[in-house]
């Protein structure tokens, strides 16, 4: 069974930092694109940042120049490094991993973690 356990969420002023860590373990391959998607208050889910397992990196406009998505693949783990925040990145901040079980077979599946509250007052 593969678990994803977020860390590193709290409650900061605007303009300060955060740094988001995601671990993946469980039995698995190999894990393709990494997320971190992010759920305001009666709004959707939306993503936020993305990185594949060659290191290609894409982000939602409004995180351009002041979020980076980085992994560390020895280590299953996902980062997201949150400079400058404003109010409204304020949510709930979840991990996506798309994981291939076998090395025989390319079927791939998504799996979230249970994520961590992020709260940026102005």
């Known amino acids: 069974q593969v678990q994803l356990v977020e860390s590193g969420g709290d409650l900061v002023q605007a303009g300060g930092s955060l740094t988001l860590s995601c671990a993946v373990s469980g039995r698995f391959f190999s894990i393709n694109t990494m997320g971190w998607y992010r759920q305001a208050p009666g709004k959707q889910r939306e993503l936020v940042a993305s990185?594949?397992?060659?290191?290609?990196?894409n982000y939602d406009d409004s995180v351009k120049g002041r979020f980076t998505i980085s992994r560390d693949n020895a280590k299953n783990t996902v980062y997201l490094q949150m400079n400058s925040l404003k109010p409204e990145d304020t949510g709930l901040y979840y991990c996506n991993a798309n994981v291939r079980a076998f090395e025989y077979s390319s079927a791939a599946f998504s799996y979230w973690g249970q994520g961590t509250q992020v709260a940026v007052s102005s």
């Open positions: 990185i594949t397992s060659g290191g290609s990196t």
